[in-house]
């Protein structure tokens, strides 16, 4: 089906960047909406972005204007640009791609800001 790998964590200070990549590889052209979550330890996993086939473009209040969503036209990799990190950012990120019939996870990637 569809198998997705993150890339792109690390330890960063608070004010820097990183930028997320998320590889999909199987049935990607059924994937419906791209997306990244984050989870810390005790919560519940949180949207952070998501993009829509039907071009709506979502943002948590935590990171708008902070961070940004894109995609390439064949829907197999998207990225989540992360600027201007805070310490609260802190979180294993995962991306995510969802069709009518599946909810597809990668691994996770650990990001980690520092104060």
């Known amino acids: 089906q569809v198998q997705l790998v993150e890339s792109g964590g690390g330890l960063v200070q608070a004010g820097g960047s990183l930028r997320l990549s998320c590889a999909a590889s199987g049935r990607t052209a059924s994937i419906g909406a791209m997306g990244w979550y984050r989870q810390t330890p005790g919560n519940e996993r949180e949207l952070v972005a998501r993009y829509t086939i039907d071009g709506t473009i979502n943002y948590s209040d935590a990171v708008r204007d902070r961070f940004r969503i894109s995609r390439n036209s064949a829907r197999n990799r998207w990225f989540l640009q992360m600027d201007s990190l805070k310490p609260e950012d802190t979180a294993v990120y995962y991306c995510?791609?969802?069709?009518?019939?599946?909810?597809?996870w990668g691994q996770g990637t650990q990001v980690t800001v520092s104060g």
């Open positions: 995510n791609a969802k069709s009518s019939w599946y909810d597809k």
